[in-house]
T-cell receptor
Framework: EPEVTQTPSHQVTQMGQEVILRCVPISNHLYFYWYRQILGQKVEFLVSFYNNEISEKSEIFDDQFSVERPDGSNFTLKIRSTKLEDSAMYFCASSEPKTGMNTEAFFGQGTRLTVV | EDQVTQSPEALRLQEGESSSLNCSYTVSGLRGLFWYRQDPGKGPEFLFT???AGEEKEKERLKATLTKKESFLHITAPKPEDSATYLC?????????????FGKGTTLSVSS
């Protein structure tokens, strides 16, 4: 069964360092997303990506964040200068369009980012 | 502001003891309501999509229903392996691929 894969599963980084989280969405999906979940809190939307550009972003997704689809399979989230409050589980998700209907998003297993 | 509220926050059941989880939502223009299951340290696992009031979906011991203001996830004769956090999310707006707004979830514990 196709699935969204994320690497690494756990990343520890020092405050102020740059990190790149990687994702391989399901191959025939066209919409890609990043969400995050701070420990004990709800899943929060960061950004969506379609047709090689950002289609929607939340207030959390400020200038420190960027996304890229460097090739035909990978989707990345970069945090330029990490802060302690960036510590969270980051989930990548993907979905496919169905004309006139919503589409369910399928999530990866997440990358646990710890900023020290 | 679009909002999703789930209740209860936690629910303990004995194996075989049926119950329901509630998801109340406020959204301008509901495109879809989604139920996910999340195990500790894992990503949300898709369960159901509901599009319009009156719609019902079933999968094994789970049944999801939708009204204009809330959704229920009914669990019939649960087993210990049903223990997880169940997340409700809504999608609003008029475009495909828009953000999901999640509730905090209901953590279900089923003991044998």
């Amino acid at each position: 069964e196709p699935e969204v894969t994320q690497t690494p599963s756990h990343q520890v980084t020092q405050m102020g360092q740059e990190v790149i989280l990687r994702c391989v969405p399901i191959s025939n999906h066209l919409y890609f997303y990043w969400y995050r979940q701070i420990l004990g809190q709800k899943v929060e939307f960061l950004v969506s990506f379609y047709n090689n550009e950002i289609s929607e972003k939340s207030e959390i997704f400020d200038d420190q964040f960027s996304v890229e689809r460097p090739d035909g399979s990978n989707f990345t989230l970069k945090i330029r200068s990490t802060k302690l409050e960036d510590s969270a589980m980051y989930f990548c998700a993907s979905s496919e369009p169905k004309t006139g209907m919503n589409t369910e998003a399928f999530f990866g297993q997440g990358t646990r980012l710890t900023v020290v | 502001e679009d909002q999703v509220t789930q209740s209860p926050e936690a629910l303990r059941l004995q194996e075989g003891e049926s119950s329901s989880l509630n998801c109340s939502y406020t959204v301008s223009g509901l495109r879809g309501l989604f139920w996910y299951r999340q195990d500790p340290g894992k990503g949300p696992e898709f369960l159901f999509t509901l599009y319009s009031a009156g719609e019902e979906k079933e999968k094994e011991r789970l049944k999801a229903t939708l009204t204009k203001k809330e959704s229920f996830l009914h669990i019939t004769a649960p087993k210990p392996e049903d223990s997880a956090t169940y997340l409700c999310a809504v999608q609003a707006g008029n475009q495909a691929g828009t953000a999901l707004i999640f509730g905090k979830g209901t953590t279900l514990s089923v003991s044998s």
